[in-house]
């Protein structure tokens, strides 16, 4: 199960429908996630200077395996937010960031310190990113944490400053699998168009302190 729930939120576009989902449940429900629900998670940068806030946040850890590498700890860090056009013409805005961590299991018990930023992802020692804005499930725009044309190059940097480690939970399930409570720390990359039209992004200023699992700030 853990795996399977994992691997939909690699695919930046399901990610983006996943939020807007998400976010379509919890404006039409007063009831807030039970088990999930830790509090105090925030997610925040700078878009091309002007803030951004996160209104959801969600952190997964999966023990990944390769044979070049190893074992290694696969993190996702994902901040949400939600632009409501207060309007019956226009729909709301919903934009993700996505920062992925590939974690060697060495580092595991003490992840701290940084996780230069590529477009490559699953390389242990490195992470990489994605950034996307839509306003309905069909009409996405996504950016990636790098230069098609050079995936090996550096575009950013995560790390990580201090951490909690426990038996991991979805929805409310135990896993029975050892990952992340809690992670914060700082960022900072600049993002490109996956469909190499449009000008890149350059994210800055960048802040989380994200718990376990699903977290709504509304």
Sequence with gaps: MKTQFFSYFKNAGVLLCSALLLFSCSKNSDDSPAEENLGNSTLTMKVNGEQWDSTMSLLITEEQESSQQGKYRYVSLTGNRIIDKNSATEDDLVE???????????????????????????????????????????????????????????????????????????????????????????????????????????????????????????
């Design 96 to 218: 993700t960031i996505g920062l992925y961590i590939a974690i060697p299991e060495s580092k595991f018990k003490n992840p701290k310190g940084n996780y230069p930023i590529i477009l490559k992802e699953s390389q242990a020692g490195y992470a990489w990113g994605v950034f996307g804005s839509s306003t309905d499930l069909r009409d996405a725009t996504t950016y990636v944490s790098g230069d098609p044309n050079n995936s090996e190059q550096s575009v950013g940097s995560v790390e990580i400053i201090n951490f909690k480690i426990g038996e991991q939970m979805i929805f409310g399930h135990p896993t029975g699998q050892e990952g992340y409570k809690q992670l914060s720390g700082t960022f900072h990359l600049d993002v490109y168009p996956m469909n190499g039209t449009g000008n890149k992004l350059k994210i800055t200023d960048g802040k989380f302190n994200i718990s376990e699992g699903f977290d709504f700030g509304f």
